[in-house]
């Protein structure tokens, strides 16, 4: 009845999750800070296979203790009692061996970190920079049901609303895990406030998701970097055009620039544009281990592909469309609302269905 491979496969996962939980308790690995996060991530994940294992081997002993009954007993009782827990463990059995064999693909090591989500308005003019603007609150009500924190670092306005362009920083649990099945060329379908006549427009907006890099992940040398203040622009009440709170930074190595005016205080501006500029410079590297993936990866549920249409929201139908799973649903104004838990979900099951392929083959 147990997958004996499986088995085989846990004494060893036992060895390095005991070695992982002594090195985490070393007072001195706290000095390597690159590596004491490596040695939370690892602990996280043999801790899941762990304890998967342990309830897996439970019910196997469950249902070798039914099929003895049933071998050995006679009072009929017992043997219906038997009965059930063979079908019940038989059941349960299957499906911890599923989990464990997820559990046993290499998680992405970005996944647990914050993000970045930039949502730039593309092709359809004021009604793009409109839809950008209903993306982005699609993803602060998602925000909220996950309790997260969204903090906008830069935002250029349209001119009949939403974004032309808006940049924020996500703190959470998971945040990069669950938001970069969300990167690439989102495309709506409806008849836009600017238009007179009632005719149906395409317009799309581009959003990428990056995984936020620690501090310890990128070494920013003051050198390469050039900084520039200039006057906020936009809300922000009497400071605004009057003081040099805004920030540009323009790493000369890469040609990477960013902005921040989100804050009164220059120094809180700074700190942010830093964070953002270390993200995005660390995403260069990040970027080809995307790409080899999605090189590999039928489905390329999670690549970075900034120009692949992934999703059609098309409000005459109330529909929304995820092109790369074939999922189509009829709930387009709750979707809007945030309530796109569903469908991320359904995109880390063809992951991870695809991440298991791949260690199969």
């Known amino acids: 009845m147990s997958d004996n491979s499986l088995l085989e496969k846990y004494e060893g996962i036992k060895i390095r999750f005991d070695e992982v939980s002594q090195q985490i308790s070393d007072p001195g690995i706290m000095k390597d800070m690159k590596r004491y996060v490596k040695l939370n991530q690892d602990y996280k994940q043999l801790d899941s296979l762990v304890k998967s294992f342990q309830r897996y081997q439970g019910l196997l002993k469950n249902f070798s203790d039914a099929h003895e009954i049933l ?34 693909v290499p998680a992405d090591p970005e996944d647990s970190k914050n ?10 003019g004021d009604e793009a920079a409109i839809f950008a603007g209903d993306l ?13 924190k969204m903090e906008v670092t830069n935002a250029q306005e349209g001119t009949s609303g939403g974004y032309k362009e808006v940049v924020a920083k996500i703190t959470g649990n998971n945040v990069y895990g669950v938001l970069k099945f969300e990167s690439g060329v989102h495309r709506v379908q409806r ?31 003051e050198t390469d970097i050039r900084k ?12 605004v055009n009057t003081t040099y709170s805004a920030i540009r930074l323009t790493h000369i190595p890469t040609g990477i620039v960013v902005t921040c005016q ?4 220059q120094i809180k501006n700074l700190a942010k544009a830093m964070g953002e500029l270390r993200t995005r410079i660390y995403n260069m590297e990040y970027q080809k281990y995307i790409d080899d993936i999605s090189s590999r990866r039928k489905t390329m549920v999670s690549t970075g592909d900034r120009s692949a249409k992934i999703r059609t929201y098309n409000y005459p139908q109330g529909r929304m469309t995820d092109h790369r799973i074939g999922l189509t649903v009829y709930n387009l104004m709750a979707i809007m609302d945030g309530d796109i838990e569903e469908i991320i979900n359904k995109l880390r099951v063809e992951e991870n269905t695809e991440r298991l392929k791949e260690t199969e083959l």
């Open 262 to 265: 989100d804050e009164k205080s």
């Open 71 to 104: 071998d050995n007993e006679t009072d009929e009782d017992l043997r219906e009692m038997a009965r059930e827990e063979l079908e019940n463990s038989e059941k349960q059995i299957k499906e911890y061996e599923d989990e464990i064999r997820y559990l046993l």
């Open 136 to 148: 982005f609150r699609m993803y602060s009500k998602f925000c909220d049901r996950m309790n997260w």
């Open 191 to 221: 008849v836009p406030q600017t238009e007179t006549q009632g005719r149906v427009h395409t317009s799309a907006a581009t959003v990428a998701v990056l995984p936020e890099a620690e501090e310890f992940d990128i070494d920013l040398r």
């Open 228 to 239: 520039d203040t200039y006057c906020s622009s936009g809300p922000g009440g009497q400071s």
């Open 115 to 124: 993000a970045i989500l930039e949502i730039r308005g593309g092709t359809g």
